[in-house]
């Protein structure tokens, strides 16, 4: 009954929001020149980070600036690299938004192409491609979790093995407004490794996909609990980095 129901309930979104007719970000109908759905317009608005940003945690960088930022010059993260497409502004922060809250599942095939273009990039040698999950009752209540919605259409894309590997065990409250130091706090412990997985995941190089990447709290958590339990290297990458200032 439970897959009936979704199964109707993607039909009446599909409808709804009928893909690659309009702009993800604008909702003007799209033309020839259009990039993953979205349009001249809008993309030129978009500040995506392709060449100039922090080779740590892929915060947009000014030209020729060094190559880590300030936060990373003072932080010790236990994954290698993290890249973000976006710098989260403009439309594509409302996109997003709309992404998570507005029920707007299916974007995530159009900010996949972007995460895998994003991807080809890199020198990443990665084994197998999970996400950072949402505790129970807040994907309950959002109906989906949309991490895991990118990794899967980005596993969709470049073929790379998809692995549920953590749990989120604590309902944190929103990492929103919160500092650096609190939102370390805020999610210490928060996870667990799913026990069927272990074996999966020694001496992987594994790929963590998230939304937004603001200060790196939740992404350096899942990282420490994946080396623990054997994983060889962590990679981050999210859709759009959000502000990285000195007092976040």
């Not at 507005?102 to 996400?131: C, G, P």
């Not at 590997?165 to 928060?190: C, F, G, H, L, M």
Request: hydrophobic residues 35%.
């Amino acid at each position: 009954m439970k897959k009936i129901l979704n199964k109707l309930k993607n039909i009446f979104l599909d409808a709804l929001y009928p893909k690659h007719i309009k702009c993800i970000c604008c909702g003007e109908e799209l033309d020839r020149n259009a990039i993953y759905d979205i349009c001249p317009k809008c993309y030129d608005d978009c500040h995506i980070i392709y060449r100039n940003h922090c080779i740590r945690c892929g915060a947009p960088m000014p030209d020729n600036s060094s190559s880590v930022c300030f936060n990373c010059k003072s932080t010790n993260f236990d994954f290698v690299g993290c890249r973000a497409c976006f710098a989260y502004s403009g439309k594509i922060r409302s996109a997003i938004y709309k992404f998570k809250y507005k029920h707007q599942s299916f974007l995530a095939e159009s900010f996949a192409r972007f995460m895998t273009k994003l991807y080809a990039t890199t020198d990443w040698n990665i084994d197998l491609v999970t996400y950072v999950p949402l505790h129970p009752k807040r994907e309950k209540t959002r109906g989906y979790n949309q991490s895991k919605l990118l990794a899967i259409e980005f596993c969709k894309i470049t073929k790379l093995p998809f692995l549920d590997t953590t749990e989120r065990v604590a309902d944190t409250p929103s990492q929103t407004s919160k500092t650096r130091e609190e939102r370390i706090k805020n999610v210490k412990d928060a996870f667990i490794i799913k026990k069927e997985i272990k074996s999966a995941i020694n001496n992987k190089n594994i790929l963590v996909i998230d939304d937004v990447y603001t200060t790196g709290s939740t992404a350096n958590e899942i990282s420490k609990l994946l080396l623990k339990y054997g994983a060889k290297n962590i990679y981050i990458l999210t859709l759009a980095h959000g502000e990285n200032k000195k007092d976040i």
